[in-house]
């Protein structure tokens, strides 16, 4: 059995222009399209969409302020905030047998890429 190496990077070449509430009004404006029904553990049922996109902008949201903590520095040890040349990167991760290795890798890889773009991340 073998494993490979994973990781989730959020990067940005202007780390003091990050604006999460750019990114809040973004996971705002998703649509049910937008979302990875694997990333959640949801299945959609076109009975429901509403609520079911309703629960995944709250768990957004949620995620999102877990996240801007560790962006601002406070990093849990499966986290690193590193300077690569002029690219300030957040780099979460590990091998990839069973789960996500790790939780912070969980909430960087389902926060939508939308909201992410919207805050400033990967210009």
């Known amino acids: 059995m073998g ?3 994973i990781l989730a ?3 940005t070449t202007k780390p003091e222009a990050i604006d999460f509430d750019k990114a809040h009004k973004a996971i705002e404006a998703i649509t049910i399209d937008e979302i990875d029904e694997d990333d959640w553990a949801i299945e959609f049922d076109d ?3 509403a ?3 309703a629960l ?3 768990r957004a949201h949620a ?3 877990e996240m801007i903590p560790i962006w601002e520095g406070m990093l849990p040890r499966d986290v690193n905030l590193c300077d690569l040349g002029p690219v300030t990167a957040l780099i979460s991760g590990g091998m990839t047998w069973g789960d996500d290795p790790t939780e912070t890798f969980t909430l960087m890889n389902r926060i939508p890429e939308s909201a992410l773009r919207a805050a400033g991340f990967f210009e």
């Open 51 to 53: 609520e079911a996109l």
């Open 56 to 58: 995944v902008q709250e």
């Open 9 to 11: 990077h959020w990067w």
């Open 63 to 65: 995620d999102l302020d």
């Open 47 to 49: 009975s429901d969409e």
């Open 3 to 5: 494993a490979d190496l």
